[in-house]
Structures are given as C-alpha cells and as structure tokens.
C-alpha cells in the first residue's frame, strides 16, 4: 500500500495499514495474535487496572477483541498492533468514535507492562496522529484518562496534545468510576518532534 505525500481532503475509509517508526512497526491485528496478547497483556490486571475492559480471564476473551478488530478493517475500522521491529508484539493503538461531521475520533492505547517507560507508547501515539491528520484528514483528536494513570496523560503531553478539563466519573475501570483528565490536539496545533521520543531535546 502506498499513500501520497500531501493529503488532499478527508479519507475516513482509509483504514488501518503499515506505520513504521524509529523502533516500531504499527500493523493489522491478526486472529495469531490473540495468545500473544493474551500472555502478555490482558491477562495482566495491572495493565487493564485503567482500561475500560477487565483482565482476561481466558484467552477466548482475547480471540473476540481480536477478532472484532479484524472484521472492523473490512469497514475501514482504525486499530493497530503495536510490534517492536524484531516482530514482538507489545501492544495497541486505536481510534474509537469518528465523528465524520466534526472530524473527530477518540484514541484508546494500551502497552504491555514489560515495556512502559522506554517511550513506546509516545512513539506509537504520535505516530498515529500524524496518520489520522496528514493521512486521514481528522480535524480533532481526543483522548482520555483516569486521573490515577498519569503516564497516560505525559505521553499526550508529549505528543503535543492539551488537557481540556476533568470529566467527572466519565469511565468505569476496575477502581470503579473515574474521573478523566480530558486531552485534545487538532491538526493545526504544533505537533513536537519525534523522530527519537526519549530525546529531551
Ligand atoms: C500509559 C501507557 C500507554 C504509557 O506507555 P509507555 O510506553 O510506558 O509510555 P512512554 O514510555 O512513552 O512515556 C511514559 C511517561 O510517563 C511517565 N510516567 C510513568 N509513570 C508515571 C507516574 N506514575 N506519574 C507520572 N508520570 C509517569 C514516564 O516518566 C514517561 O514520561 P517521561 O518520558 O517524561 O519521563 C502505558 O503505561 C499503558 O499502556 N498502561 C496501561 C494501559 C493504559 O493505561 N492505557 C491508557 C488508558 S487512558
């Protein structure tokens, strides 16, 4: 799949294909990767503990997140699979809620335990929003998280997105209702430089 450089107007269906990063390679999810994630992630109730699902108790859990990713592609739906070049998977990343007359979607992340805090998961966010503006065409790219996962809120920060306000209870998690730090970026805000995220430059 190739894409022109410049993108001219809104492409809602583009749909999820290929990003590659400095250390990442975003792709299709694939029914295969359902143990993986599974061993690796939604098993983990420390990794769900923000999230609005709860840990997986079983595999076939798994296999139906998986697979209705997979049958959202069909639909031009947007959900990656994060990878680190070598093929592990660590991850996902994806945009819930597009919103065709405002050109708004809400991102949903999440980046299994033994690799947070080595700038993956700014890696990925940015990454994904340079897709869905310059790509895409969205306007406005929203995201939430409960106020006791500030990570979530510093990898925003760092991808350039601003906190717009706490909304109240706004998600269950398995500490019960949380309130939201509310982040938004638009398209033409300053998105930082990410070539290298764990630069401090
Ligand atoms: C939130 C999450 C995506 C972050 O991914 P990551 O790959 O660890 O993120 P990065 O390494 O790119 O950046 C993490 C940043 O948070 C900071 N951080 C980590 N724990 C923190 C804490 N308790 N308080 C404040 N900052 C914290 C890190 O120091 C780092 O910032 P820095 O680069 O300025 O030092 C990951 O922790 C995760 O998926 N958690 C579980 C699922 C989840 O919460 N998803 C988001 C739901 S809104």
């Not at 690799?115 to 998961?121: E, H, I, K, L, M």
């Not at 310059?134 to 790219?141: A, E, I, M, S, T």
């Not at 929203?142 to 925003?156: D, F, K, L, Q, T």
């Amino acid at each position: 799949m190739s894409f022109s450089l410049f993108h001219s107007g809104p492409h809602l269906g583009l749909g999820t294909h290929r990003i590659e990063t400095e250390r990442l390679v975003l792709r299709r999810f694939r029914m295969t990767d359902a143990q993986d994630m599974f061993d690796t992630w939604t098993s983990d109730a420390e990794t769900a503990r923000f999230m609005r699902w709860t840990r997986h108790e079983d595999v076939a859990e798994t296999r139906a997140t998986v697979s209705y990713w997979v049958r959202s592609y069909r639909f031009g739906g947007y959900e990656w699979a994060v990878t680190l070049k070598d093929g592990t998977l660590i991850g996902s990343i994806g945009i819930m809620d597009i919103s065709e007359g405002e050109l708004s979607g809400e991102l949903g992340y999440c980046i299994a335990r033994p690799y947070w805090n080595r700038g993956y998961g700014t890696e990925a966010l940015g990454a994904v929003i340079d897709y869905m503006f310059d790509r895409v065409g969205l306007n406005r790219l929203e995201a939430y998280h409960a106020v006791g996962n500030p990570a979530s809120g510093r990898i925003m920060e760092k991808c350039g997105m601003k906190k717009e306000g706490i909304c109240r209870e706004k998600y269950r998690t398995a500490d019960g209702l949380a309130d939201c730090a509310h982040y938004a970026i638009l398209a033409k805000d300053v998105r930082p430089r990410r070539t290298n995220p764990r630069d401090k430059a």
